[in-house]
């Protein structure tokens, strides 16, 4: 079965400064899509960023990067010159042979003033 | 493109009874997903159409739920007999559905409360 593991149910970080949340999946696919989601507080979910699995440079958007470790099964987010507005629910998801999106549980993100 | 609706956003029913939402996508978005989510927990899939195909669905989908898009444009979702572990909210997603790539663009979910 495919599973998507966030091990951190909460962080925090100090405004201006940088956190890295982790994921890591289980899979046998060779093609699949990885992907991270921001939901605010009752608010909707928005994409973050996304990475293909068969591209070995690691996927950037602004203030957003990821750490893909395809042998690992590893896809942590970085975010930098953290922002208020970064404060949210962080899901990291995976995608492969199918429409579905496959969510895990979430990490909480904080952020400090 | 006013984004993914989804009314209404508050639904308080008593076991037993039947509730139907409803979700509009992005205008020209050929696929729409249905996901669960239970506070704590990320979304679950619950089913996909495109157009008005349903394509997939989950073992999650009972038979008390039920789910059409009858002109592949807007969608509902119908759940009979609620119980209490009904209570969730739930989102609507839409995308484009040309590519694998496309992105799952989310709608603000419906929160049911089962009493």
């Known amino acids: 079965a495919q599973t998507v593991t966030q091990s951190q149910p909460e962080m925090s970080v100090q405004e201006a400064e940088t956190v890295t949340l982790s994921c890591t999946y289980d899979t046998s696919e060779s093609d699949y899509y990885l992907f991270w989601y921001k939901q605010p507080p009752s608010r909707q979910m928005i994409l973050v960023i996304r990475?293909?699995?068969?591209?070995?440079q690691n996927a950037t958007e602004n203030r957003f990067s990821v750490n893909f470790q395809k042998a690992a099964k590893s896809f942590s987010l970085k975010i930098s010159d953290s922002q208020l507005g970064d404060a949210a629910m962080y899901f990291c998801a995976y995608r492969a042979g199918s429409e579905k999106l496959v969510f895990g549980k979430g990490t909480k993100l904080t952020v400090n003033p | 493109d006013t984004g993914v609706s989804q009314n209404p956003r508050h639904k308080i029913t008593k076991r037993g009874q039947n509730v139907t939402f409803r979700c509009d996508p992005i205008?020209?978005?050929?696929?729409l997903y249905w996901y669960r989510q239970t506070l704590g927990q990320g979304p679950e899939f619950l089913t996909y159409?495109?157009?008005?195909?349903?394509?997939?669905k989950s073992r999650l989908l009972s038979d008390r739920f039920s789910a059409e898009r009858p002109k592949g444009s807007f969608s509902t979702l119908e759940i009979q007999r609620t119980e209490q572990g009904d209570s969730a909210m739930y989102l609507c997603a839409s995308s484009y559905g040309q590519q694998s790539t496309d992105t799952q663009y989310f709608g603000p979910g419906t929160r049911l409360t089962v009493l």
């Open positions: 159409f495109q157009n008005e195909a349903q394509l997939e």
């Open positions: 205008s020209e978005h050929n696929r």
């Open positions: 990475q293909e699995a068969y591209k070995q």
